[in-house]
């Protein structure tokens, strides 16, 4: 029950209407005893967020589109793997001080655990806080990244930081990756219908991985299991940056519970509607 004693945390972003994170980490504090509450703020100004964040107070923030890179200026402090990133996605407030992390990476690192990256050719798809966290990872396992995006720039900038070549759209005809992770909103409900590559672009026996989890399977990952490739879904990735994100507010681990089928129960809900 809420009281005057109940903290506040909350998820940030523009749009943020599709966002589980206040149903996933909720579900979190009723498990784990914790006297909060997750809601979802929508706002285009990141100033006009982070003095929301100060005053109201909120404790822990989580940060999605488009303000992953705009908000680390705002900061008090940084975590040091969040500057090499370049990208922000949790806020921890103590006492009034803000301290920017990025959890992505944690949730990137579990989702591709099992997925031989040394040496592989790695095309990211998008050049926002999401693609630098899987750039960060894809250079610490010594991949070989490869970066598109609509503003080429971008691609040009990630490419700069992380090492790797920033490709134009007709350099990629006919090119197959070894892994492919789409780091961008294209296929995100409702434009379920599209893909950030054509399948043709899928290497039988590569890799897949799409860090937008509604649907549940995208269009990207339907083809890559129809081009005999291995396909993984943005959902674990979401899942375990969260629980990162409580583990770094709360100072514990966070028990083992069943937040992927609750997840896969609302968004099968959604579908259905």
Not at 252 to 258: L, Q, V
Request: aromatic share 6%; net charge neutral; hydrophobic share 45%.
């Amino acid at each position: 029950m809420l009281s005057s004693a109940t903290k506040l945390t909350a998820v940030i972003g523009n749009p943020i209407g599709h966002s589980l994170s206040p149903l996933l980490h909720n579900d979190i504090y009723v498990r784990e005893d914790v006297d909060a509450v997750m809601l979802a703020f929508q706002n285009p100004s990141i100033a006009e967020l982070v003095s929301a964040i100060r005053a109201l107070p909120i404790h822990l923030t989580a940060i999605t589109l488009p303000h992953k890179e705009s908000i680390i200026p705002l900061l008090d402090e940084v975590d040091e793997k969040a500057l090499s990133i370049g990208s922000v996605n949790t806020i921890i407030n103590t006492d009034g001080k803000l301290k920017g992390f990025n959890t992505d990476v944690v949730g990137i690192a579990v989702a591709l655990k099992d997925a031989p990256l040394k040496g592989k050719s790695v095309l990211i798809f998008g050049a926002g806080g999401a693609a630098r966290a899987v750039a960060y990872h894809m250079k610490e396992c010594g991949a070989k990244i490869h970066s598109y995006d609509r503003t080429f720039k971008k691609a040009q900038i990630l490419c700069e930081k992380f090492g790797g070549m920033a490709l134009e759209l007709d350099a990629m005809n006919g090119t197959q990756f070894d892994v492919i992770v789409n780091a961008s909103p294209v296929g995100l409900h409702p434009n379920t219908d599209a893909t950030p590559v054509p399948k043709e672009m899928i290497k039988k026996g590569g890799i897949v991985f799409d860090l937008v989890y509604n649907p549940l399977e995208t269009r990207l990952m339907r083809e890559a299991t129809e081009r005999g490739a291995q396909a993984i879904s943005g959902l674990t990735m979401l899942v375990e940056q969260a629980l990162e994100q409580e583990r770094l507010w709360l100072g514990r681990e966070i028990g083992n519970a069943p937040y992927y089928v609750l997840l896969e129960r609302e968004l099968n809900k959604q579908r259905n509607k």
